[in-house]
């Protein structure tokens, strides 16, 4: 995929954004289960990362070894979510050139809200997993676009959506679980787990390491 400099032959564009570790620099559903999971989150995630359950199942057996408070989380992560470079300059240039910017994450609602906040950066469209605090630990859950609970592949159910609304999809992301909606997208940038698997595959993709230069690519459309 070279430079695309006809933007009249695009139409319209949508930004598919991962969050954890795209948007910000770390992970911070990684970073929340570290401090506060009560038992072993990582063998749970390793039988993600091997495909032995989904990421839906992944979430509730995770998560619900999280019995901390949402304001005691929150002021965990607030001197610690730190955001990649370049990315409030890159929402304002989406912003100008009439680009819509959608999050989609497989992280937590609570906390990508907080943190885009923090930033003044609330007005941005996402969809996340939608967190219930209760004593017994958190209770974690997809709703996917058409209002149903989905157990797996959010990220590619949005992505379809967008697809069939005849969107051109820019996808930007970090990680292995945004290679199938990467793949349903028109121009993939990427980076990490997300752009070693697009090269193990051959996939076209432009890497990344901020988004001064994602800015700075797609400026020349
Ligand atoms: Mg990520």
């Known amino acids: 995929m070279g430079v695309i400099t006809d933007l009249e032959k ?3 564009v949508l930004v598919q954004c991962d969050f954890d570790g795209t948007v ?9 289960l570290d401090a506060f999971a009560n038992g072993d989150w990582r063998t749970v995630n390793k039988q993600y990362t091997d495909g032995k359950i989904t990421v839906g199942q992944f979430n509730e057996q995770a998560f619900g070894m999280v019995k901390a408070g949402k304001k005691i989380m929150l002021e965990y992560i607030k001197t610690k979510a730190s955001l990649r470079n370049g990315f409030k300059d890159f929402v304002n240039f989406c912003a ?8 989609i994450s497989n992280g937590l609602d609570f906390y990508i809200k907080q943190i885009l906040k923090d930033n003044d950066l609330s007005g941005i469209e996402f969809h996340a997993a939608e967190t219930r605090f209760q004593p017994r630990g958190l209770r974690v859950q997809y709703i996917g676009p058409d209002g149903n609970v989905v157990d797996r592949a ?3 159910k949005y992505a379809k959506l967008y697809f069939d609304e ?18 349903l997208s028109h121009h993939i940038f990427a980076t ?3 752009l070693l698997n697009c090269q193990q595959h051959g996939i076209t993709c432009t890497p990344f ?13």
Do not use: C, H, Q
């Not at 910000?24 to 559903?29: A, G, L």
């Not at 100008?96 to 999050?103: E, Y």
């Not at 992301?173 to 990467?182: F, I, K, M, Q």
């Open 10 to 12: 695009i139409g319209k």
């Open 24 to 32: 910000t620099e770390k992970d911070i559903s990684f970073m929340l």
């Open 96 to 103: 100008n050139k009439d680009f819509r910017l959608v999050i």
């Open 154 to 156: 959010f990220k590619d």
């Open 166 to 183: 005849g969107y051109y999809i820019v996808y930007i992301g970090n990680g292995t679980s945004d290679l199938p909606a990467a793949m």
């Open 192 to 194: 990490e787990s997300l």
């Open 209 to 221: 390491t901020d988004f001064t230069e994602v800015t700075n690519l797609l400026k020349l459309w």
